[in-house]
């Protein structure tokens, strides 16, 4: 970005919000990174020079036993998209937290808007249907409130959703469950009825497997496709749309060529996923994302922090993919 004086005025724009008004500790650790970032110095800031900078650790200090640097730089991120999800759907100036650093990016609206179709290991790819099928893989976050415009960004992933006229179905994941006289049974490993039959830990089930009182369910799904689920419908209905839920395994052939499909949930539990003929540059394997064939300047791999000591993940990516639908009908 080329003018100093944009990006300060955009950094006291957003310490003056409602977003950050009570966030104390949120402002004191975006002011400190826009200072050094538009002085040339975020690119050498390190987790250790923040905590003691910012948040007044000891020199002794250990980043490795203590995360509460990243997870007050996890926090700013979200705060940062909400402001602009909200307060700044019009400012000048976008200012990025890219995850894995501590040095923010300050881009004007146009630039964002002409280079988004180009970053593309960012929006990923994957899913189907007849005329356009996106695919999440992750948690995502829902927020509140009523009926909003969509973004400039959210209308270049959104926009093909809403021409047309075609029906638009949000679908679940569903995992494998299996149902016995003694309750429900889940393993992550397992996912088709097949490889129940052969599991090691359903050793003790494999009498009413055989005498046929164990069954498998498809009617769950995850807490974070369901949160999802309930963020894209409210997007897509504010945005004019008129979407419906689906359970993937119960999706029919005849409604993915004959409607826009929003797939929810890692490819394992949407079986029609993997049913397609696609192939993508960038998907997921196990729980990282692999980039098949990056270019210059992108990541291969692409994985969320979980330490050990902790209860949940503190930082984690989705996979985003949009692609044509089964028989290539749309733009």
């Known amino acids: 970005m080329e003018s100093a004086g944009k990006a300060q005025e955009q950094v006291r724009r957003i310490l003056g919000s409602e977003t950050f008004r009570q966030a104390e500790s949120l402002r004191r650790l975006f002011l400190y990174l826009a200072e050094k970032s538009l ?10 020079i923040v905590g003691v900078d910012v948040f007044g650790k000891p020199q002794d200090y250990d980043p490795q036993k203590d995360a509460s640097v990243r997870i007050q730089a996890g926090r700013l991120r979200q705060k940062l998209e909400e402001y602009y999800r909200k307060e700044g759907l019009a400012d000048p100036v976008l200012i990025e937290f890219p995850k894995g650093h501590f040095e923010l990016r300050f881009l004007q609206k146009e630039e964002v808007a002409r280079t988004a179709p180009e970053r593309r ?18 948690l995502v976050m829902v927020r509140g409130g009523g009926a909003e415009p969509l973004s400039q960004e959210q209308r270049l992933l959104w926009s093909p959703f809403l021409e047309g006229g075609k029906p638009v179905l949000v679908c679940l994941g569903t995992p494998l469950f299996v149902k016995a006289p003694q309750g429900f049974f889940r393993s992550p490993r397992i996912n088709r009825w097949e490889e129940a039959a052969k599991a090691p830990e359903l050793e003790w089930m494999r009498a009413e497997m055989a005498a046929g009182r164990a069954l498998p369910v498809h009617i769950y799904t995850g807490v974070g496709d369901a949160m999802a689920a309930a963020e894209i419908v409210r997007l897509l209905s504010a945005a004019g749309a008129k979407p419906a839920l689906r359970r993937s395994s119960a999706l029919a052939w005849e409604e993915q060529s004959q409607s826009h499909i929003v797939f929810l949930g890692p490819p394992k539990y949407v079986a029609r996923i993997n049913e397609l003929p696609i192939r993508l540059e960038l998907v997921m394997e196990g729980s990282r994302i692999h980039n098949l064939k990056p270019r210059a300047g992108e990541p291969e791999w692409l994985q969320g922090e979980w330490p050990d000591d902790a209860l949940h993940v503190e930082e984690d990516y989705a996979l985003i993919s949009r692609v044509p639908g089964l028989h290539g009908r749309t733009r």
């Open 39 to 48: 002085a040339g110095e975020g690119a050498s800031l390190k987790e250790y």
């Open 121 to 138: 290991w960012k929006q990923a790819a994957l899913a189907l249907a007849a005329a356009w099928v996106v695919t999440v893989a992750g």
